[in-house]
């Protein structure tokens, strides 16, 4: 079965970088994109990042220009490097891998498969 794995949360300055981790197994992850999400307390989950089986990727306006997506495919691994953190970036990220291979969805419905998330705290 499909499992993603973050890793790499914490509590950060504004301004600070911090780089989350999702591991993933269960299916052919270098034949799929991946998505980044995070869910803000009493707020909906949001679109963050999403990377396509080629490396093309896709940034929320919110985001662009100071988080970049990767992929290892080597080690079924993406990341999202997170620079410039501000407080309007604390949540709950999730990665996500979608239902089916060879295409790449910045809309959450294009996902059934979600990691345990992890908590990127940003302080002022």
């Known amino acids: 079965q499909v499992q993603l794995v973050e890793s790499g949360g914490g509590l950060v300055q504004a301004g600070g970088s911090l780089r989350l981790s999702c591991t993933a197994s269960?299916?052919?992850?270098?034949?799929?994109?991946m998505g980044w999400f995070r869910q803000a307390p009493g707020k909906e989950r949001e679109f963050v990042a999403a990377?396509?089986?080629?490396?093309?990727?896709y940034y929320a306006d919110s985001v662009k220009g100071r988080f970049t997506a990767s992929r290892d495919n080597a080690k079924n691994t993406v990341y999202l490097q997170m620079n410039s953190l501000k407080p309007e970036d604390t949540a709950v990220y999730y990665c996500?891998?979608?239902?089916?291979?060879?295409?790449?969805?910045?809309?959450?419905?294009?996902?059934?498969?979600w990691g345990q998330g992890t908590q990127v705290t940003v302080s002022s």
């Open positions: 990377i396509s089986w080629r490396s093309t990727t």
């Open positions: 269960g299916f052919i992850f270098s034949s799929y994109g």
């Open positions: 996500a891998a979608p239902k089916r291979g060879g295409a790449v969805y910045t809309g959450i419905r294009g996902y059934d498969s």
